[in-house]
């Protein structure tokens, strides 16, 4: 997978959702087709007319999101991993220059909403300024939610 949405995708933002079905609980990672997000697995839709506005999950309901740097973590710390490496044949130089790629990446990378019930993701379009960072308090709250509704869920069970 390429960190490459930026630029030259062409023909307006698409709106991308990494998820868990909540049917079946398999991983749901397509483009929202139609105004629609299906499961690949036990083909359950979801609709997303209100997503990019941000105001309800398409997939659990919720209406709070955090917004993230739509970046693989793993890619910093390998930087950094890199960085610290080198330290000994660089005096300590490979350190800042890679602090300071480290921070040119991150500028330019985009922003993803993520669902604070079901963390689902949304990327590919802009995230509304509304939307805050992480809050650990508010996610605590949702995180008993979640044990709950996953608790709740019904196994491999056939739709009405
Ligand atoms: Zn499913
Ligand atoms: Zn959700």
């Known amino acids: ?3 490459r949405g930026r630029g030259g995708a062409g023909g307006g933002a698409r709106l991308e ?5 909540d049917g079946c609980g398999e991983p749901l990672t397509a483009g929202v087709r139609d105004g629609e997000l299906a499961c690949g697995s036990c083909g359950r839709r979801y609709p997303v007319a209100g997503a990019e506005a941000f105001e309800e999950c398409p997939v659990c309901g919720c209406r709070r999101f955090f917004r993230q740097k739509a970046f693989p973590r793993v890619l910093g710390i390998g930087l ?7 330290v000994p044949f660089t005096y300590g130089v490979s350190l800042m220059v890679l602090a300071l ?5 991150y500028r330019g990378v985009p922003q ?4 604070y019930l079901c963390r689902a993701e949304f990327r590919g379009v802009p ?7 992480f809050r650990h308090h508010m996610a605590e709250g949702y995180e ?6 996953d608790r709740q869920r019904p196994r491999r069970e056939p739709q009405p």
């Open 127 to 133: 995230v509304p300024a509304r939307i805050l960072p």
């Open 144 to 149: 008993k939610r979640r044990e709950r509704r």
């Open 1 to 3: 997978m390429r960190g």
């Open 80 to 86: 950094v991993v890199v960085g610290a490496v080198l």
């Open 101 to 105: 790629v480290d921070l040119l990446i």
């Open 17 to 21: 959702v990494r998820a868990e079905c």
């Open 112 to 115: 993803m909403a993520v669902c």
